[in-house]
C-alpha cells in the first residue's frame, strides 16, 4: 500500500530571500497584467501570502477596478502569459529562493522507498511549481511521473477570500492523479497526508480528506495552524528526520 504525501511550496519547502526575493514569480504576475490588460502593476498591492496564483491575478485585477467576470474570462490568457515569461526566465528561478531546513534529507528519505508517492500541492501554476524544483535541484526527488494539484487545476473565483477552498480541489486533484498512476488492480492509497506552513493548507487537507501537516516555517505561528485545523499535526519544521518520519507513520 502506498502512503501519498503532497507538499506545498512557499514557505513549506522553500523560502525567499534576499532583495530578489521570490523575484521571477512575482515579475511574471507583472508581465501577465500588463501583456494581458495593458495594466502596471504588482501583487503588492493586495494581501496575497497564502493565497493561489489564479486568485491573487483576480484579486489584484478587481482591486483596479476590473470586473471579476472580466478578470475570469482572461485567466487561461494570463496563467498562459505567466508560464511564458516565467520559463523564458527560468535560468532566474533560483535567485531569491533557498530550500528549509531538513527538506533535501526528507525528500530524500522519501524518494528511497518503494511504499511513497511524493507530489506537489500549491497554488503556483504548474509549470512554475515545477521550475522551482528544478532551480533547486530537487525535483528528481519526486515521484515519477511527477503529479500534483495546482492553480492550473482549478479556479473558482467566489473563493477569492477562502482560497483554502480551491486548495482542498488541489489536494484531491492530486490523490486522483497519484491513484491514476498506481498500478491498476494493485494496492492502493494507504494514508494521504498534506503537509503546509499556512492556514489555508492545514484547512485545504482537511476538506480535501488528507491528514494534514502543519509546519511553522512561514509567517504563521503554532497558534494560527492550529486553530485553523485543530486536527492537524504541527511541527516547528521539517529538520528532525525521524520525527517527520513517524508523523508520516514511516518509521
Known amino acids: ?5 503532497s507538499f506545498d511550496v512557499d514557505g513549506t519547502l522553500t523560502h525567499s530571500v534576499g532583495q530578489r526575493a521570490n523575484f521571477l514569480h ?14 502596471d502593476t504588482h501583487i503588492d498591492v493586495v494581501k496575497h501570502h497564502g493565497s493561489t496564483d489564479a486568485l491573487i491575478l ?28 516565467y520559463l523564458s526566465n527560468a ?5 531569491g529562493l ?20 511524493v507530489g506537489l500541492v500549491t497554488g503556483n501554476l504548474e509549470p512554475i511549481g515545477w521550475a522551482k524544483m528544478d532551480a533547486l535541484g530537487i525535483r528528481h526527488l519526486f515521484t515519477h511521473p511527477n503529479f500534483g494539484g495546482f492553480s492550473t487545476d482549478y479556479c473558482n473565483p467566489e ?21 491514476a498512476q498506481l498500478q491498476p488492480g494493485g494496492p492502493g492509497i494507504k494514508a494521504w497526508y498534506h503537509v503546509g506552513d499556512a492556514p489555508m493548507d492545514v484547512q485545504a487537507a482537511v476538506g480535501g ?15 494560527e495552524l492550529v486553530e485553523a485545523a485543530p486536527e492537524a ?7 528532525d528526520l525521524p520525527a517527520v518520519l513517524r508523523t508520516f507513520d514511516l518509521a
Not at 58 to 81: R, W, Y
Not at 104 to 112: P, V
Not at 214 to 220: D, K, M, S, W
Open 98 to 117: 533557498e530550500l528549509l531546513p531538513g527538506v533535501q534529507a526528507l525528500l530524500e528519505a522519501l524518494a528511497a522507498r518503494s511504499d511513497v508517492a
Open 159 to 179: 473563493n477569492v477570500e477562502q482560497s483554502w477552498r480551491d486548495r482542498a480541489e488541489f489536494v484531491r486533484i492530486a490523490a486522483s492523479k497519484c491513484e
Open 91 to 95: 535560468a532566474q528561478a533560483g535567485e
Open 209 to 223: 480528506g488528507a491528514k494534514a501537516v502543519g509546519v511553522c516555517t512561514g509567517i504563521y505561528t503554532r497558534q
Open 58 to 85: 483576480l484579486k489584484v485585477l478587481t482591486h483596479h477596478g476590473v470586473s471579476q467576470e472580466e478578470a475570469a474570462a482572461k485567466l487561461p490568457d494570463l496563467m498562459a502569459a505567466m508560464v511564458e515569461h
Open 1 to 5: 500500500m502506498t502512503t501519498l504525501i
Open 233 to 239: 499535526v504541527v511541527l516547528d519544521d521539517l529538520n
Open 26 to 39: 512575482k515579475q511574471a504576475f507583472t508581465a501577465a497584467f500588463k501583456k494581458v490588460f495593458d495594466l
